[in-house]
């Protein structure tokens, strides 16, 4: 079967007088590494000089087949270095370990300038396959932490910068934003063009959030590509720093993809690594015009039709080969920086990658549901919503995990011992989905537990860590025979550390398609994360009325963080406060777009009725006037 896989080759710290350290990681996508082995790089040292040959004729562009001639010298060069003596063994090693039915996906770790410049994906070390892209990576990086909202459409950035009308290096950028413009519906692309520093920041904070952000137009690295700027209008030029806050605040809110459809732009992919973005494309040299606006049409194309990244980008590689006769090298330019802690995406992964619900909402809901005021998150229409089933062998957890979810109320019984009269309970979930504890799975239950399975929407499948028994697995087998989408929940999990855990459950990975998630009922671990997995695998009609209730949620959930607020400065009775707000709609919305000015003026303990006297409702008014009689109250 043609699988994923994943390379990683680390090179260590050194030179190419000296040679370099390298080290193998070989696994299967999206798992963890099962092979690696250590070698070395030995010292050749002629390769930055033939390389610095090469691009200086391919930085004048004028003589095509000197330009020719110095980049087959560098592939020889490249091909002869990664089969010496003490590399050639790995370089087996590795061919015996990938199959050429794989896709393969290599990432070059190192932090080394010239070795992140060259053109690997020319070495016949990854000619195995047709499949594989070889992109680099910083040898430092974390996990983003990204927060991703539920979102209709892909939203993109784009930069168009200054193109240089009238002068040598003029540029046409219309091309670019027409591909953008044309791309399917899914896009929503706002185009800043030749915008102020303080514009693209201040975009950049979108509340909102972005998925990708491009920029065409010019751009360079210094000589060691440690850092880079862009040209966004005349007279100004921009480098990652400059816009450092921004960016992190659009990363944490999902930033997915950079795209510098621009020269050289090395030196700002590797800032922007640092800041832990999960992938960016860039051109490793000077590009012309003609091949970036091919490269942008290739690539969308691919990626919007549905390519992953690194095939898409890989299509477009090659299709760039077409235009070398005019533009040599061409092929060569674009590069991947990947995050390695990041699985390299689909288009329509930017959506479904959302349907994430943010962490806090879900804790405020289960709160909410152990102080009874649960009310207030749910609607009162509840006849169709999805139908979420809690299935397990017996004392697994499945009546603990109901009750956590609804604050540790006693929804349904728990007990140490197995339950044998129990009744199937039925309860909603904040409006969003009923949730289902069904009975204990045995082989004389099945077919009652087989009733239940038929009615959900999703299944959530619980096992005890402590016992994952041949019953667990006959259970999963019923759930793929009635073709219902399947989450395998490891309950207990505190009691064992993060790798004895992943030990126990990799045994099943490996056979089952289910997707796993650890969890721990008692200490309350991944639980959001769950009804996260739980809301991304409804089906998509279900998953849209989901999502646009998470929306509405979200809101409740921010107006009550500002009543709070005010509850807490002065005084006032929640249960007025909330039944204002509960009688009046409209009220919540007016509240929002008052959170701004409300928070602060009530940290400056002084409101400015000025504020109200327009647009304002008149329970509204009243709590200002309460708020501004307190604050004055409390002045003197
Ligand atoms: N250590 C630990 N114990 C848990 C956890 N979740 C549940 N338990 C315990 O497991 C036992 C069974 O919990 P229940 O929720 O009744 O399990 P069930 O699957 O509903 O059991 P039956 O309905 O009787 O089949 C109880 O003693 C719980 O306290 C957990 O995350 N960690
Ligand atoms: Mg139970």
Not at 483 to 501: G, H, L, S
Request: hydrophobic share 40%; aromatic share 8%.
């Amino acid at each position: 079967m043609a699988m994923g896989k994943l390379v990683v080759i680390k090179i260590g710290e050194g030179s190419f007088e000296l040679g370099f350290p390298v080290t193998l990681y070989i696994g299967d996508e999206g798992d963890r590494f099962h092979t690696s082995f250590d070698g070395q790089l030995p010292a050749f040292a002629q390769i930055p000089s033939i390389y610095t040959t090469w691009q200086s004729e391919y930085r004048h562009f004028i003589n095509y087949s000197r330009i020719n001639k110095r980049a087959e010298d560098l592939i020889k060069n490249l091909n002869e270095w990664l089969n010496s003596e003490t590399f050639r063994p790995r370089k087996e090693k590795f061919l015996n370990k990938v199959n050429t039915e794989d896709t393969v996906r290599v990432i070059i770790q190192t932090e080394n300038p010239l070795l992140r410049r060259l053109p690997w994906y020319l070495c016949d070390l990854f000619e195995v396959d047709t499949k594989a892209e070889v992109a680099i990576s910083l040898p430092n990086y974390e996990k983003p932490s990204q927060l991703l909202k539920p979102q209709p459409k892909v939203r993109v950035l784009a930069i168009i910068g200054d193109p240089q009308t009238n002068t040598k290096n003029s540029l046409d950028l219309n091309p670019d934003k027409q591909f953008w413009q044309n791309l399917s519906n899914d896009a929503d692309t706002v185009f800043l063009e030749k915008p102020t520093r303080q514009e693209f920041n201040q975009n950049l904070w979108d509340e909102q959030g972005w998925d990708i952000l491009f920029f065409a137009g010019h751009s360079s690295s210094n000589p060691d590509a440690t850092t880079g700027t862009m040209d966004i209008k005349p007279g100004e030029n921009l480098t990652i720093p400059d816009l450092k806050l921004a960016l992190k605040k659009a990363i944490e809110g999902g930033l997915q993809l950079a795209i510098f459809n621009a020269c050289d732009g090395l030196g700002l992919a590797k800032n922007l690594a640092e800041l832990n973005i999960p992938q960016i494309i860039v051109m490793r040299e000077p590009i012309l015009d003609p091949v970036a606006q091919k490269f942008l049409e290739y690539f969308l194309k691919a990626f919007s039709s549905g390519q992953s990244l690194y095939l898409a980008v890989r299509e477009a590689r090659e299709k760039l080969q077409g235009l070398e006769k005019e533009y040599p090298c061409a092929s060569w330019l674009p590069v991947i920086c990947q995050n390695p802690t990041e699985v390299p995406f689909k288009w329509s992964q930017l959506f479904t990658n959302k349907l994430i619900i943010n962490p806090s909402l879900v804790e405020e809901i289960i709160a909410a549901g152990a102080k009874d005021e649960f009310f207030l998150f749910k609607e009162p229409n509840s006849c169709d919503l999805p139908k979420i089933v809690v299935v397990g062998t017996s004392v697994v957890g499945k009546s603990s995990l109901v009750n956590a979810l609804f604050g540790g109320r006693d929804v349904v019984r728990v007990s140490s011992v197995p339950q044998d009269d129990e009744q199937t309970v039925e309860e909603n979930w904040a409006g969003l989905f009923k949730i289902i504890d069904s009975v204990s799975y045995d082989e004389f239950r099945e077919q009652e537990v087989e009733i239940s399975i038929k009615c959900a929407d999703v299944v959530v499948q619980l096992w005890d860590i402590n016992a994952i028994r041949r019953n667990d697995l006959l259970l999963y087998q019923l759930i793929t025979k009635n073709e219902k989408p399947c989450i395998t929940a490891i309950n207990k999990c505190e009691q064992y550390a993060p790798d004895e855990r992943q030990i126990i459950i990799h045994k099943y990975k490996n056979v089952m398609s289910s997707i796993f998630i650890e969890i721990s009922v008692k200490a309350k671990e991944n639980l959001s994360q769950l009804v996260s997995l739980i809301i991304k695998e409804l089906p998509i009609e279900l998953q849209s009325i989901a999502i646009e209730k998470i929306a509405s949620l979200e809101k409740i959930y921010q107006c009550r963080k500002v009543c709070k607020q005010i509850i807490l400065e002065t005084q006032m009775q929640a249960d007025v406060m909330i039944s204002y707000l509960m009688n009046e709609p409209n009220l919540l919305t007016e509240l929002q777009k008052l959170h701004i000015i409300m928070v602060e003026k009530i940290e400056q303990q002084y409101i400015k009725l000025v504020l109200l006297k327009n647009n304002t409702t008149e329970p509204l008014k009243k709590l200002y006037t309460m708020q501004y009689s307190y604050s004055r109250i409390k002045k003197t």
